[in-house]
Nanobody
Framework: VQLQASGGGLVQSGGSLRLTCTPSGRIFGNYDMGWFRQAPGKEREFVAAMRRSGYYTYYADSVKGRFTISKDNTKNAVYLQMNSLKPDDTAVYSC??????????????????WGQGTLVTVSS
């Protein structure tokens, strides 16, 4: 399965963007899904995740209250709505499928099917 993230771009501080993750096949009912980001010179970090049921979501403290993960099974897509963006949010954002136990949902090594990310740049 291949995943493709899209929707990135250049936005001013305080602005909003919505990222979309689409797979090559219909998978979102089978796996937990996660968003991660990697800023220049930094390690990849967890941003948000959703259980396969869609009922439970998890966020990094740095984005809680500003970002929302959601999915639309009819469109076979997972979204990351990002509001009140800050320059520190500048990074390449990627989505992936979670293959581990629940306690690893924030750990990038428990994910696979990483696709090409999308660049988000927030100007001050």
């Amino acid at each position: 399965v291949q995943l493709q993230a899209s929707g990135g771009g250049l936005v001013q501080s305080g602005g909003s963007l919505r990222l979309t993750c689409t797979p090559s096949g219909r998978i979102f009912g089978n796996y937990d899904m996660g968003w991660f980001r990697q800023a220049p010179g930094k390690e990849r970090e967890f941003v948000a995740a959703m259980r396969r049921s869609g009922y439970y979501t998890y966020y990094a403290d740095s984005v809680k209250g500003r970002f929302t993960i959601s999915k639309d099974n009819t469109k076979n897509a997972v979204y990351l709505q990002m509001n009140s963006l800050k320059p520190d949010d500048t990074a390449v954002y990627s989505c992936a499928t979670h293959r581990g136990i629940l306690s690893t949902i924030r750990v990038d090594t428990s994910y696979n099917s990483w696709g090409q990310g999308t660049l988000v740049t927030v100007s001050s």
